[in-house]
């Protein structure tokens, strides 16, 4: 069975830089079969695809979100991880880390979801 | 960015009922539309992929349809664990996205 367990701080002060970690089990994020991807859902609004890298280390990004974003992985922990700077309270959300699959591009494990709030 | 548009936004029903939600996107995708399942407090679950393939442990009364730009999800007679928001998706091209959800309610 593929778990995801998303972890990192729950509160992040205005401009600074949100980073999360997801640590994968029962599946080697050293697949060709999958992407791992974050999403996120905003108070009041959908479920926003982030953006997505794969164990080789390429990474495709949400646009409306690129200029921020760094999503890395690490093989040998098998994680990978979310880093999103100058953070606005915009940026409140539940982060969702999720496995996708790499030929239809439908999400076929997510974590829990951590909540992360921007707020002084 | 693709739209996607579900309908309704939620909506009451009785257990046995037929229920069927919609989700018509801003451009054709072909087949590329997938379902979620959504409960509080638990992480959303794959139903369907590619319009009308079931997600391995996905009970048959889950069916999908369509193709270009409408879909359907429809619950052959919905069950008391059925009660849940729904979202569609569409990976015909990045960035993906999803519809705003669909809330099945107990009436």
């Known amino acids: 069975q593929v778990q995801l367990q998303e972890s990192g701080p729950g509160l992040v002060k205005p401009s600074q830089t949100l980073s999360l970690t997801c640590t994968v089990s029962?599946?080697?994020?050293?697949?060709?079969?999958?992407?791992w991807t974050w999403i996120r859902r905003r108070p009041g609004k959908g479920l926003e695809w982030i953006g997505y890298?794969?164990?080789?280390?390429?990474?495709y990004y949400n646009p409306s979100l690129e200029s921020r974003l760094t999503i890395s992985v690490d093989t040998s922990k098998n994680q990978f991880s979310l880093n999103l700077n100058s953070v606005t309270s915009a940026d409140t959300a539940v982060y969702f880390c999720?496995?996708?699959?790499?030929?239809?591009?439908?999400?076929?494990?997510w974590g829990q979801g951590t909540l992360v709030s921007v707020s002084s | 960015d693709i739209q996607m548009t579900q309908s309704p936004s939620s909506l009451s029903a009785s257990v046995g009922d037929r229920v069927t939600i919609t989700c018509r996107t801003s451009q054709t995708i072909t087949t590329y539309l997938n379902w979620y399942q959504e409960k509080p407090g638990r992480a959303p679950k794959l139903l369907i992929y590619g319009t009308s393939t079931l997600q391995n442990g996905v009970p048959s009364r889950f069916s999908g349809g369509g193709s270009g730009t409408d879909f359907t999800l429809t619950i052959s007679s919905l069950q008391p664990e059925d009660f849940a928001t729904y979202y569609c998706?569409?990976?015909?091209?990045?960035?993906?996205?999803f519809g705003q959800g669909t809330k099945v309610e107990i009436k």
């Open positions: 029962g599946r080697s994020i050293s697949t060709d079969d999958n992407y």
């Open positions: 999720v496995s996708q699959d790499s030929r239809g591009y439908f999400f076929d494990y």
């Open positions: 998706q569409q990976s015909y091209t990045t960035p993906l996205t």
């Open positions: 890298i794969y164990f080789r280390g390429n990474t």
